[in-house]
């Protein structure tokens, strides 16, 4: 914690004043609250010969600031925060904010278990490969695209539409990755033409690149590609494509939207998100300076 010597004689001088105040008999502080104006003006004429009256709050906002700094951040100088506006000033306008620290590396749900129900579920799917492997190839053309894990895309696909491009929520969302209407004019695709595979698969996709894009930005995950995030960072994006993308940083999430996370990362190890059409065909990620801008962005 860097503070001059200036700074630490006002905060000594302070600091031995108020201890005064919680140790005196309790005669001395009524006699002495009577004249706390005299009191407050020999505080300011001791701290302006040590260098200028201390600002309101300011010996708080320091405290406060080396009590919640995270590690390694130098604490600021007193004139900057003062500058900075109100000393009631929210410490996370000034560092991190404290939501972004405690995600880190917090799952949203624990690696779940397959329950008898998926079980079933499962076998039934790999049972009817026309309907389970039959849009694998858009899937694997628009993973490469957006540089996503092409498991990912499928996972949230079977757990979305169950593969069905007809399909439509109580809410509106259409098409094999049940995008809204809204969503899909966002991301460049006519909200018309989510019921065609190729359309729905194309929005899906761009989606949920722009939830990661706004996952690296939040989580500073520069030079990271996108299929080399961590599973928290998954989780997120899971639980931002089904609630929206403020549960990105949301610390409480709805019950419907846990259990839908736990049905994708299910699906995601399960056999039903293998990429088995067309025969023989692999995900060929991009390389890494393919997937960087000249500017050092994530694409």
């Known amino acids: 914690m860097r503070i001059d010597q200036k700074t630490l004689s006002r905060?000594?001088?302070?600091?031995?004043?108020?201890?005064?105040?919680?140790t005196a008999p309790a005669g001395a502080q009524s006699r002495r609250s009577r004249r706390p104006a005299a009191a407050l003006r020999q505080v300011n004429m001791a701290a302006a010969h040590l260098g200028g009256p201390a600002a309101p709050g300011q010996l708080n906002l320091?405290?406060?600031?080396?009590?919640?700094?995270?590690?390694?951040?130098?604490?600021?100088?007193?004139?900057?925060?003062?500058?900075?506006?109100?000393?009631?000033?929210?410490?996370?306008?000034?560092?991190?904010?404290?939501?972004?620290?405690?995600?880190?590396?917090?799952?949203?749900?624990?690696?779940?278990?397959?329950?008898p129900a998926y079980r079933r579920t499962f076998k039934v799917m790999l049972a009817d490969p026309d309907t389970t492997d039959r849009w694998d190839e858009l899937i694997l053309r628009y993973a490469r695209i957006y540089r996503l894990d092409s498991r990912l895309l499928k996972s949230i696909m079977a757990?979305?539409?169950?593969?069905?491009?007809?399909?439509?929520?109580?809410?509106?969302?259409?098409?094999?990755?049940?995008?809204?209407?809204?969503?899909?004019?966002?991301?460049?695709?006519?909200?018309?033409?989510?019921?065609?595979?190729?359309?729905?698969?194309k929005a899906g996709a761009a989606y949920i690149q722009t939830l990661f894009r706004a996952a690296w930005r939040i989580f500073n995950l520069k030079g990271v590609r996108y299929t080399d995030a961590p599973m928290w960072?998954?989780?997120?994006?899971?639980?931002?494509?089904?609630?929206?993308?403020?549960?990105?940083?949301?610390?409480?999430?709805?019950?419907?939207?846990?259990?839908?996370?736990?049905?994708?990362?299910?699906?995601?190890?399960?056999k039903v998100t293998d990429l088995r059409r067309p025969a023989g065909t692999q995900l060929e990620l991009p390389a890494y300076a393919q997937a960087v801008t000249p500017s050092g962005l994530m694409y």
């Open 62 to 115: 320091m405290f406060d600031a080396a009590k919640n700094r995270p590690a390694g951040i130098v604490a600021p100088d007193p004139k900057t925060l003062e500058q900075a506006g109100s000393p009631n000033k929210k410490l996370e306008t000034l560092y991190r904010r404290p939501a972004v620290d405690r995600l880190h590396q917090e799952l949203v749900v624990p690696v779940p278990k397959e329950t």
């Open 159 to 201: 757990a979305e539409s169950e593969f069905k491009p007809e399909a439509v929520s109580p809410s509106g969302a259409r098409g094999l990755m049940q995008v809204m209407p809204k969503t899909s004019e966002g991301v460049g695709v006519s909200a018309s033409k989510l019921h065609d595979p190729k359309s729905g698969v």
């Open 233 to 270: 960072v998954v989780q997120r994006v899971i639980a931002a494509y089904h609630a929206g993308p403020r549960f990105l940083t949301k610390l409480n999430l709805y019950p419907s939207t846990r259990a839908y996370v736990r049905k994708v990362v299910l699906f995601y190890h399960s």
């Open 11 to 22: 905060v000594a001088l302070l600091t031995a004043w108020a201890l005064f105040w919680a």
